[in-house]
């Protein structure tokens, strides 16, 4: 199995997944024998953790909980001229290196269409990866945060797939958002 939307290869391989790219960062066993993403939508997620106005359209991000998966609200078309990363809660573990290998739960959403092209939580695993491995918003997203920390991202086409990913339905453009779970690195 491979783990989607987030490497920087784009040579094609097998995936679990018929709708994501193929890429190079493989998923693994995650952080501990019980770890898992939850996959069941929060039964009251409340007023957004982070709502960021684009150069077209917005997204609103409500962070993961231990029992509910993130929600992501995009207003579509939504892009950014710049990549943004806002911490949606701190964690208190250690900072997270720029080539640290890390367990993480992550959804992935195109902000073209609001539509989810990647998610550990549907699958209710978390994916295990190195960052110098993923695309650099990925690493931008996680690199110097710490482990426990829920993290959001929207990022610019150049530092997710400038040249699009055909199998994930991302077009060249397109702006991507990511809502992120470290649960541990080393």
Not at 24 to 33: H, W
Not at 97 to 115: F, H, L
Not at 140 to 145: D, E, H, L, P, Y
């Amino acid at each position: 199995m491979t783990l989607a939307a987030c490497g920087s290869d784009t040579t094609p391989s097998a995936s679990k997944s018929s709708t994501v790219p193929a890429v190079s960062a493989t998923v693994t066993q995650a952080a501990g024998p019980d770890a898992s993403c939850p996959t069941a939508p929060p039964a009251n997620p409340g007023a957004p953790e982070w709502t960021l106005p684009g150069a077209t359209g917005s997204v609103a991000v409500t962070g993961s909980t231990d029992t509910a998966a993130p929600v992501v609200t995009v207003t579509a078309p939504f892009s950014v001229n710049a990549t943004e990363v806002h911490t949606l809660q701190a964690g208190s573990g250690p900072v997270v290196a720029p080539t640290a290998t890390v367990s993480v739960c992550y959804e992935g959403v195109n902000g073209r269409d609001g539509s989810v092209f990647d998610s550990s939580y549907q699958r209710g695993e978390p994916a295990q990866f190195s960052l110098d491995g993923v695309v650099p918003g990925f690493q931008k997203a996680i690199a110097g945060q710490k482990v426990g920390s829920t993290v959001a991202v929207a990022m610019v086409s150049a530092d997710g797939y400038p040249q699009g990913q055909p199998r994930a339905g991302i077009l060249p453009g397109d702006t991507l958002v990511f809502a992120i779970k470290i649960l541990s690195a080393s």
